[in-house]
C-alpha cells in the first residue's frame, strides 16, 4: 500500500476580515494523496484551490480540522519552530508570476539560493544546481541573467530553485497562468518530468484542462467542497457537472461527445488530441469498408 504524504479531515478555512470571520473559502474537506502522485486540482476563481495550496504548504493556519504531512498531523500550537520549519522545507511551491521567486542576477546563484539559506555544503549545493538544472534543460544557461530569459525559461528556473532545496511535494500554483503556449508546453513537461524521474509528489493547480488531463488524477473544488475526484477519463466525462461549477472539458472530448449524441459510435472518454485523431481514424475507416 502507498504511503500517504498528505491528509486532512474535516479541512475548513475562512479568512478574518474587518467584519469579523468571512463565509468559509474550504468547509470540511477530506483528502489523501499517496507519495509519488500527480494530482491536478480545478476550480473556479475562489473555489479554494490557492487556499488548499497554502495550508498544505503550511503558510495559512486552519480555521477547524486537521493536516497531516507524511503521516504527523500538524499541531502549530504544540509544535515547535524547528519542527514546522522541517515540514515546511519538504513542502515546496512554485507561484504563478515566477519574476516573484527570480532573486539572484546569475541563473545558477539563484537556484543555489535556496539551498545557501538551508545550510547545505558548499559541494553538495553545486550538486543540486547541476541537477536541478539539467532536470528542468536549463544547463546551458547557467551563467545567463534570469531576467533576460522567456517567461516559460524563468519559470523552469523557479522550479530548478524549488528542487535544488530537494522538496518531497511541489506544489505549483497555477505556474502557467502567465506564459503562452510554448511556455506552458516547456513548463508542463517540467513538471512531468519531476514526478516521473524524482518520484516527486505533484499538486497542479491550473485552469488549464488540456493540464489536467495529463495528471494521474484530477479533483475538481467548487466553493469550497469536493465536487470530483478521480481518474482525468472519469472525471471529464463528467460534462454536465464541470460545466455547472463554471468548467469546460478538453476539446477532444467535447468533441467526441457531440459527434456521438449526433449518432456515431465514438468514445467519449478521449483526452487528448492524438486519442481523438485515432478514434475519427477509426470511424473513417470502417465507413470506407462500408462503401
Known sequence: MAEIVIKTEGLSFAYDDEEGTSPAILENF????????FVALLGHNGSGKSTLAKLL????TPTSGSIYLFGEKIDEENMTEDDLYALRRRVGM??????????ATIVEEDVAFGPENLGV????IRERVDKALELVGMTQYARHSPHQLSGGQKQRVAIAGIIACDPEIVIFDESTAMLDPIGRAE??????????NNGTTVI???HYMEEAARADRVIVIDDGKKLLDGTPKEVFSQTKILRSAGLDVPQTTLLLQE?????????NDALTPEEGARALAAILSEKEKNK
Not at 477530506?30 to 502522485?37: P, R
Not at 512554485?94 to 532573486?103: E, G, M, T, Y
Request: net charge negative; hydrophobic share 45%; glycine share 4%.
Open 30 to 37: 477530506d483528502l489523501e494523496i499517496e507519495k509519488g502522485a
Open 57 to 60: 504548504n503550511l503558510i495559512l
Open 94 to 103: 512554485v507561484f504563478q508570476n515566477p519574476d516573484n521567486q527570480l532573486v
Open 121 to 124: 555544503p558548499p559541494a553538495e
Open 187 to 196: 513548463v508542463l513537461e517540467t513538471i512531468e518530468k519531476l514526478n516521473q
Open 204 to 206: 497542479l493547480i491550473t
Open 259 to 267: 459527434l456521438a449524441e449526433a449518432g456515431y459510435d465514438l468514445p
